[in-house]
């Protein structure tokens, strides 16, 4: 199975964490990626790191708890507590997610509007099962 855009890159910066100063065709070689991918992925790569706590978002447990921060702001926040995307969008601002996250207010709005219709779709289904909301409550502490 081909990896995506995220695996490549953290494939590319985990063979940098390894040894630094290597060429671009060493690494190529090392993670079976084109020159040419492994180029942009570290050009992206060093635009990225602007910010000391940058380097936490490229590894894989960094990007999932980050993905899992922009989902429960939007949830809790955006659809439940009425907050606008114009607020949410200076908050992921000033924890300085521009450069991992579209946090625009227009596509914040896209992501909560995608998300009301999930949520309405999930508690509206007729073959929700008993045990699948009592794992949710569970999960909510309620």
Avoid at 42 to 53: D, H, M, N, V
Avoid at 95 to 120: D, K, V
């Amino acid at each position: 199975m081909p990896l995506n855009i995220q695996e490549r890159s953290q494939k590319v910066l985990q063979c940098l964490c390894q040894k630094t100063q290597q060429s671009l065709r060493s690494i190529a070689a090392a993670t079976g990626i084109p020159k040419s991918s492994v180029h942009r992925h570290l050009r992206t790569i060093k635009q990225r790191q602007r910010y000391p706590e940058s380097h936490l978002w490229e590894t894989k447990e960094g990007g999932d708890w980050l993905r899992l921060l922009v989902f429960g702001v939007i949830y809790c926040f955006g659809i439940k507590g009425g907050i606008g995307s114009e607020s949410l969008s200076a908050f992921f601002r000033l924890l300085h997610l521009e450069e991992r996250i579209g946090c625009s207010a227009q596509c914040l709005e896209r992501t909560g509007s995608t998300g009301q219709r999930a949520n309405h779709r999930l508690w509206t289904s007729p073959s929700r099962s008993k045990s699948w909301r009592a794992t949710y409550w569970h999960l909510r502490g309620g």
